[in-house]
């Protein structure tokens, strides 16, 4: 009747340990070390289980990949920024200023005369300047991110992953077109002529892991299967976003079209022929006899032996050699110069009178490149371009 007058347990509890107390002492130790057993005793809501620690190694890696993420977002705000600027230079709209352009600002604002191209002044986007890394792949406890990673090449296979899921999807998609008597436009059909796959190098730096060429095989043969699917114009983007364009480097330059004399005589004439300070054009006759004549005189024009032979290169390579008469008219510069300015343009005019064959050995043995490497001006300070005073100590 006592207990019931009691309405919190906790007070029951406390009531009875004192009357066990009183009555009972030797009992009342053994409850009171058992209770505080239970007291101590932690509970599953309650425990808070210790944070790992990150090993000295696991931490220099996670702060070496955010160091690499930083510095390539400070890198690519001062790309925008400088590209922003450059465009408001040159009277343009910033939004809209390519890489080409920028490439022709930067030509057109800091000439140089060095031939090599790495050697010039250029403005690139941090990706294409800097090596590119691989991001943070674990996180604080060790977990890889990828969950290809324990495939040693995660990001190949995961390439060749999705190239087969969309080939699972196609093959659904087609068994569904089949089954309603439908049959795959052939006007959508992707042609691959005027493609190739991605070279081996330029995938490696795509994925950024190394390619076996027993893996790249692989790869190119798993494409041309998947280019081959009736559907695979559903996934055009993604099969282009792995090939590259062949443009042919010979429709760029445009021949031009021959005149005749009123003897019948084919002629053309290439104006702005340069080489250094020199400059001049050159006519080109056929048929003719092989007759060569520089500024009124013959090939003797040039003294040394290494200009006459500049000068007749082009026509020994086509063998046009005695079935054109060349005439050209240079000034400025010096032998050298003006032998180079007169190769440039027989090799010009050649192409009106040999066939597309030719013309593309031509462009890879470099004759219809222009050469415009220029003298480097002496330096302020400088004994010359590159060449130092000599130093005396005293």
């Known amino acids: 009747m006592f207990l019931s007058r009691i309405k919190n347990t906790s007070t029951a509890l406390k009531y009875c340990a004192s009357i066990i107390n009183s009555n009972f002492p030797h009992v009342s130790q053994a409850v009171h070390l058992n209770t505080e057993a239970q007291e101590n005793k932690p509970t599953e809501q309650n425990t808070i289980l210790p944070k790992k620690e990150i090993s000295k190694a696991m931490k220099a890696y996670l702060e070496r990949a955010q160091e690499h993420s930083e510095f390539m977002k400070d890198k690519t705000i001062e790309f925008q920024i400088g590209k922003r600027h450059l465009a408001n230079m040159m009277g ?78 196609l093959e659904k998609f087609e068994d569904k077109m089949t089954r309603k008597n439908l049959q795959p436009d052939p006007n959508l059909e992707i042609d691959m002529n005027g493609y190739k796959w991605l070279d081996k190098e330029i995938l490696e730096k795509k994925l950024v892991e190394t390619v076996t060429d027993k893996e790249y095989e692989y790869f190119v043969t798993t494409m041309q299967r998947f280019v081959k699917m009736p559907y695979s114009y559903r996934v055009k983007d993604f099969i282009l976003s792995y090939s590259q364009s062949l443009m042919s480097q010979t429709r760029s330059l445009e021949i031009p079209t021959l005149q005749y004399e009123e003897d019948g005589r084919a002629f053309i004439t290439t104006y702005e022929c340069l080489r250094k300070r020199a400059r001049g054009h050159v006519t080109l006759r056929s048929p003719g006899t092989g007759k060569i004549t520089i500024n009124g005189e013959d090939i003797r024009y040039f003294a040394d032996l290494q200009n006459r032979e500049q000068l007749l290169f082009p026509l020994l390579f086509t063998e046009m050699e005695g079935k054109v008469d060349v005439e050209a008219h240079v000034e400025g510069g010096g032998p050298s110069g003006q032998a180079g300015a007169v190769r440039w343009g027989i090799a010009q005019g050649l192409r009106c009178f040999v066939d597309e064959e030719v013309i593309e050995k031509m462009r890879l043995a470099g004759l219809l490149t222009r050469d415009y490497r220029t003298r480097e001006r002496k330096k302020p300070g400088q004994a010359g371009a590159r060449k130092k005073f000599t130093w005396k100590k005293r």
């Open 92 to 169: 343009e709209n910033p939004d809209t200023f390519t890489q080409e352009d920028i490439d022709n600002a930067i030509q057109y604002l800091f000439p140089s005369g060095l031939f090599d191209p790495k050697a010039r002044p250029r403005m690139r986007a941090p990706e294409e300047i800097y090596p590119q890394r691989k991001a943070a792949e674990f996180d604080e406890t060790g977990r890889p991110y990828h969950f290809m990673f324990y495939c040693g090449k995660p990001n190949l296979y995961k390439l060749l992953y999705d190239i087969v899921e969309h080939m699972n999807e």
